[in-house]
């Protein structure tokens, strides 16, 4: 059975950092690409970040560009979402997800297992 749970949400200010991560177990982990998603209140889950099973390919939506690295530890099982120069709107709760596939994907239906989530709240 797969297994995925995060951590390291919270509460921070705009312009503050938080890195989240996501511990997988069940199968192979290096296998397979991973991805990020968030859901804020009222609104459909939405792609946020993707990395390869190697991490050598990385996607993002553009709304996270520039300020969001995704990143994997294929020996801890692990992927991580380093979040940086955070705005209120990243406000959402933010689930991880285990793709089909190795390669990335912006598709949710791409992803076969997913996390719990793991709140974010951006103040001002």
């Known amino acids: 059975q797969v297994q995925l749970v995060e951590s390291g949400g919270g509460l921070v200010q705009a312009g503050g950092s938080l890195r989240l991560s996501c511990l997988a177990s069940?199968?192979?982990?290096?296998?397979?690409?991973m991805g990020w998603f968030r859901q804020a209140p009222g609104k459909e889950r939405e792609f946020v970040a993707a990395i390869n099973w190697n991490g050598g390919s990385t996607v993002y939506a553009e709304s996270v560009k520039g300020r969001f690295t995704i990143s994997r530890d294929n020996a801890k099982n692990t992927v991580y979402l380093q979040m940086n120069s955070l705005k209120p709107e990243d406000t959402a709760s933010y689930y991880c997800?285990?793709?089909?596939?190795?390669?990335?994907?912006?598709?949710?239906?791409?992803?076969?297992?997913w996390g719990q989530g793991t709140q974010v709240t951006v103040s001002s």
């Open positions: 997800a285990e793709g089909r596939y190795s390669t990335t994907n912006y598709a949710q239906s791409a992803y076969e297992y």
């Open positions: 069940g199968r192979t982990f290096i296998s397979y690409a």
